[in-house]
Every structure is written in structure tokens, then in C-alpha cells.
């Protein structure tokens, strides 16, 4: 499936190291859909629109469907064998596909099929990916895709979680959102970063602002002491006492 090892899916030999000495290459992001007008707006907003005008990431978005080549720019098919719904067809997914790799040929990438019969995506997973000079997110619709696609072109299959949805536009904008934030420079304070939930496999601590006192519910006091040394040790027995309440199963990962 997909490349072989030391060809262009293979992490970059050319990556530079973020704050917590991660290795990152990852500088663009391309879109494989049947709806633009889903991914187009959120790619302009936010974080993934800071990254871009900061000159940080690039996004760009290819219509399935300008590889069709019959006049109803047909893209799906009934399967062999039989079958309810529709397949995206593998020659049309395949030009599109092209069409992308050739425009930059030496670039280090990866291709990720979205998709509820992958891995799921995970912060880790997050962070492997910065080692790859370019991602292509492939979102699937109608049935899915055929699998000689999958043979030829993918590198790994992805999931949000194990429900289905209608298409993988919004499940690879979440890829999309994950993936960037951990770009250097694309988050204000990287520090905020390390201590996010599932950053060191641990959910974030509770937090508070003002007013110091509402509905009678109050600050803890150690937070107002200001002494530093305190707050840190306070904040490390909240992640612990959060994660093995909400989320065990965390503990638990070798």
C-alpha cells in the first residue's frame, strides 16, 4: 500500500525541531473532495487562517469531479458483486490524485483516507504526521471508495471516531485543525500546547478566571497564592485525578 520506505512518503530528512524537540516538516495540507464549498470557509478562519497568512501552512482543495471524463462528469459507480449504494470510481480518484503528486514531486508526503475503518486519529498520530512535508486528506462519500485506490495511492486510513458520517470533509478538517496547531508559530504561546489535554498522555488540569467568587462557588485558594512551585504541583494531581476519573483508559496505555 502507497510508497515504498525512503521514497517520498517517508518522514523528511530536511525537518527542523519545534520547543519540545519535535521533528516538523509539515508546511501544506491538500484536500481531495467532491465539495469544496464544505472545507473552503473553515480553511479561511481561525487558527488554519492564521497559519495561512502567516505564511506558516499552505491548504489547497481539488475537485473530485474535474477528473471525471465523460460528459456527466460521472465519479461513482454500483459495485461488482452487487451491493447497495455507490463507489467512487478508482481512475477518477486516481487522476486527482496525480494531479497533486505531480505539481511537487520531491515533496516528502503522506495520504490519508478518511475513513470509520481506520486507526483512530490520535494526538500521537498528531505529531508523526508533522514529519512529512505534505498530507493529502482524502474524503470519501457515497459507500466509499474502490479499494484498488486504496492499493495504489493511500498510506493509511483514518478515523475520528466510530460513528458514520456522510462524507470525510468534516473528519479531515478535524485532521486538518489537529495537525497544524502543533506547526511552530501557528499558536501564540506554544507553552499552552504542552499543556493541553492528552498532551503527555494526561487531561488538562481545571482552570479559572474571574470573578474570584460566583453563585458561591470559588477559586481554589492555591491558585491566588502565587506561589508558582504550589500551582504546578496542584495542577499535576488535577491531570492525574481528571484522567483517572474521566478517561482511565489513558492511564492504562503502555
Not at 477518477?92 to 486519529?121: C, D, F, M, N, Y
Not at 474571574?210 to 485558594?221: C, D, F, Q, S, T
Not at 504550589?230 to 492504562?252: C, F, G, N, V
Request: charged letters at 25%.
Amino acid at each position: 500500500m502507497g510508497l515504498p520506505p525512503n521514497s517520498e512518503n517517508a518522514p523528511s530528512s530536511k525537518s527542523s525541531s519545534d520547543s519540545t524537540g519535535q521533528l516538523v516538516s509539515l508546511r501544506s495540507i491538500r484536500f481531495l473532495t467532491l465539495f469544496p464549498e464544505l472545507i473552503e470557509p473553515s480553511l479561511k478562519t481561525s487558527l488554519l487562517g492564521k497559519a495561512t497568512a502567516r505564511g506558516l501552512m499552505q491548504f489547497g482543495v481539488t475537485q473530485i469531479r474535474d477528473f471525471a471524463t465523460n460528459k456527466h462528469r460521472t465519479v461513482d459507480e454500483t459495485p461488482y458483486g452487487g451491493g447497495e449504494g455507490m463507489l467512487l470510481r478508482v481512475d477518477v480518484l486516481h487522476s486527482a490524485w496525480k494531479s497533486i503528486v505531480h505539481e511537487s514531486p520531491g515533496r516528502r508526503r503522506r495520504t490519508l483516507l478518511l475513513s470509520p475503518q481506520g486507526r483512530h486519529l490520535t494526538q500521537v498520530k498528531a505529531q508523526e504526521l508533522l514529519g512529512f512535508d505534505e498530507l493529502i486528506l482524502v474524503c470519501g462519500h457515497y459507500e466509499g471508495v474502490d479499494e484498488r485506490f486504496i492499493e495504489l495511492c493511500v498510506d493509511e486510513e483514518i478515523s475520528i471516531g466510530d460513528y458514520v458520517l456522510t462524507g470525510g470533509e468534516l473528519p479531515a478538517l478535524v485532521v486538518a485543525d489537529v495537525v497544524t496547531r502543533l506547526v511552530p508559530g501557528v499558536v501564540g504561546n506554544e507553552a499552552s500546547i504542552s499543556e493541553d489535554s492528552l498532551e503527555q498522555g494526561l487531561l488538562k488540569y481545571p482552570q479559572y478566571t474571574r470573578p474570584r467568587v460566583y453563585e458561591g462557588l470559588e477559586v481554589p485558594e492555591v491558585l491566588l497564592g502565587g506561589n508558582h512551585q504550589e500551582i504546578a504541583r496542584w495542577r499535576q494531581q488535577q491531570r492525574l485525578e481528571r484522567t483517572r476519573l474521566k478517561r482511565p483508559d489513558l492511564l492504562k496505555k503502555p
